[in-house]
């Protein structure tokens, strides 16, 4: 049995998968890795084309249909169990597969490593493009509870290099954890995410998670992967930008990602982290209820419906609050 087990997702995405699974192709055999991939469509071509090009892939398809992002990864993880290791993946990733295996060799010689990540760059898919534009450099979090992906839009010179490893989080589009942490993280062996968050910000909670566990999770310099980034907010992190990128969002994404924000609040939030976090926190959420109200009512009734009904699912708390609060600016 391989330590590696490769978990890729796909949602009618073959234009993606077929520049992004020779990437797969090339970690199966070098690292080695298994690779299974959940098709969340049930697309017919989609699984025609891996029994084609990819026969040595797992494809599954769940009997509930689209399960979502977060849910999909965990069952990949219960269907396959066993492995040191998760790569957790997006079709819309092209991996550097020589830097991945690097990443896979030094959680071996580093045990204290429970997820990493590399430099995440954009990926022009329109024009075939891999770029010097950061597409994340982790997860940054503010004392308020915003968070966003560092450098994001910006050109790498190395600016944040030297501070690659303060930041909060990993984002989801693509990273590494030891599977040794995942139950710690809900109680059960498979389940990586909150499987109440169908799509968006479920990073953040796993990240927020890793965080009260005191897990090591580590940024390296080298450029692992380019991510087919489609919605983004490159014009910084201001009420005026904030809300021009939600213009830019759809329906159901402004839904998924504002109920999910108050699910992480309720499983993460520590009233130990003192009055100022506090009262930054209560005024931000105020500023953008205010604003989803007049105009998206839709997602604020969501949310405030999952504020008041739905329970919070408390992370464990092994390390104090002003230890997790240390990563917040």
Same mark, same amino acid.
Do not use: C
């Given at each position: ?59 599954? @398809? ?60 954009? !990926? ?5 493009? @891999? ?46 954890? @030891? ?18 968050? !169908? ?71 520590? !009233? ?45 708390? @092994? ?11």
């Amino acid at each position: 049995m391989h330590k590696v087990l490769i978990g890729a997702l796909s949602f009618n995405d073959l234009p993606f998968l077929r520049e992004s699974m020779p990437m797969l192709e090339q970690l199966r055999q070098s690292l080695p890795a298994d690779v299974a991939v959940m098709d969340t469509a049930g697309n017919d071509e989609i699984r025609d084309f891996f029994k084609k090009e990819y026969p040595h892939f797992h494809y599954m @398809r769940h009997p509930e249909g689209n399960i979502g992002y977060g849910r999909a990864h965990s069952e990949l993880l219960r269907a396959f169990p066993g492995y040191k290791y998760y790569l957790a993946h997006t079709s819309d990733v092209l991996m550097e597969p020589a830097t991945v295996k690097e990443f896979v060799q030094r959680m071996e010689k580093d045990e204290t490593l429970s997820m990493v990540a590399g430099k995440l760059y954009h !990926w022009d898919f329109k024009e075939n493009l @891999r770029t010097r534009n950061i597409d994340s450099l982790g997860i940054e979090a503010e004392k308020r509870h915003h968070f966003y992906d560092r450098g994001h839009g910006e050109e790498d010179r190395g600016q944040y290099d030297e501070i690659l490893n303060d930041v909060f989080g990993i984002s989801g589009a693509v990273f590494l954890i @030891r599977t040794q942490v995942i139950p710690k993280l809900h109680g059960h062996a498979w389940e990586l995410f909150d499987r109440r968050m !169908w799509m968006y910000k479920e990073d953040i909670d796993l990240s927020y998670r890793l965080r009260w566990l005191g897990e090591k999770i580590h940024i390296f310099p080298e450029v692992w992967g380019w991510h087919a980034r489609t919605v983004s907010n490159s014009g910084g992190q201001g009420v005026k930008s904030l809300a021009k990128a939600q213009k830019e969002k759809r329906d159901y994404a402004r839904i998924h990602s504002y109920k999910n924000h108050f699910l992480l609040l309720k499983n993460n939030f520590s !009233w130990r982290y003192g009055l100022p976090t506090l009262l930054k926190t209560i005024f931000f959420e105020i500023l953008k209820a205010g604003f989803m109200l007049l105009r998206h009512p839709s997602v604020f009734f969501a949310g405030f419906k999952t504020l008041l009904f739905v329970p919070g699912r408390s992370s464990d708390r @092994r390390v104090s609050a002003a230890e997790v609060l240390s990563y917040f600016k």
